[in-house]
């Protein structure tokens, strides 16, 4: 169920932001009183605004004609010449007033493209109207699939916690509390090792011994006993007994790094200040 939710809520929301991308988009085909917006306190009716250019026109006939005199003349060069008049004009540019005048200029305007004739369909507003809104309905439709995936996982995670929760685990050793005294007591083995050791190199090889089988073992699986500890302690209880876990395993990490470049003094202090926020944990664990 999770993996399905997952998916759901991502599908949907990829589905809601190309519905949102049109949620400024006019119709042309909108009735004129559909673009008006209201009266200024001078009394002249608003209307919407265009955000970008809206509709386009190649160079009228006359125009290249114009420009081809300009050319045979020397006033412009080829190069200007074949720019201009291949150009394409906005019929109406950007920040200005969608006019009755305006919108029928866009309607009334067809573009030659690739053989096909094209006309204007949308015009990019500077203002949202929900009703206005062609794809609504499929945003609507995406929010209540990112609300129905996001209650499948929610759901599917209270049930995987609460089935952790109910299920001891078959011995001490292999509980959260037997994990955190392990790898607790190995640290403190480990420490007490040291100071038997005489040469920094040995010791350094030491720590990056002991504290690899500890990064691959007893601190790895208590992480992965997050849904029962979640089960046992709630979120909050959790989050607690996580901040001081995850300070402890940043400190022995940091020893095991420290070590593998060959130091000894700090690893050492790493490892010391890991098996103080050991103990930290544990409290947070009873």
């Not at 991502?10 to 119709?27: D, F, N, R």
């Not at 125009?63 to 300009?70: I, M, P």
């Not at 866009?106 to 990019?124: A, Q």
Request: net charge negative.
């Amino acid at each position: 169920m999770k993996l399905i939710g997952n998916l759901l809520m991502t599908v949907t929301l990829l589905a809601g932001l190309l519905a949102a991308a049109t949620s400024y988009l006019a119709p042309v085909g909108m009735p004129d009183n559909a673009w008006q917006t209201g009266v200024s306190d001078s009394g002249q009716t608003e209307y919407l605004i265009s955000n970008n250019p809206a509709g386009a026109t190649r160079t009228s006939d006359e125009e290249v004609a114009d420009l081809k005199a300009q050319y045979q003349s020397g006033a412009i060069t080829a190069q200007d010449y074949l720019a201009q008049s291949e150009a394409l004009h906005a019929v109406v540019d950007a920040d200005k007033p969608l006019t009755p005048e305006a919108v029928a200029e866009i309607k009334s305007n067809t573009l030659e493209v690739g053989g096909e004739s094209r006309k204007v369909s949308y015009v990019n507003v500077k203002s949202f109207s929900l009703t206005r809104w062609k794809h609504n309905w499929v945003f609507g439709l995406c929010a209540l699939g990112l609300f129905t995936g996001s209650m499948m996982v929610r759901t599917a995670t209270k049930q995987e916690i609460a089935a952790h929760a109910g299920v001891e685990h078959e011995s001490h050793h292999d509980s959260p509390e037997g994990l955190l005294a392990q790898t607790r007591l190995e640290i403190d083995r480990l420490r007490s090792d040291l100071a038997r050791l005489t040469s920094e190199r040995e010791r350094t090889h030491l720590i990056v011994e002991r504290v690899g089988s500890l990064q691959k073992k007893q601190l790895a699986d208590f992480v992965d006993a997050r849904p029962a500890l979640i089960g046992r302690l709630g979120l909050g209880g959790y989050a607690e007994l996580m901040d001081r876990f995850a300070a402890a395993e940043r400190q022995i990490n940091r020893a095991w790094s420290i070590a593998a470049d060959g130091y000894y003094d700090e690893a050492g202090e790493c490892l010391e200040n890991g098996a103080h926020l050991l103990v930290e944990a544990q409290e947070r664990l009873r």
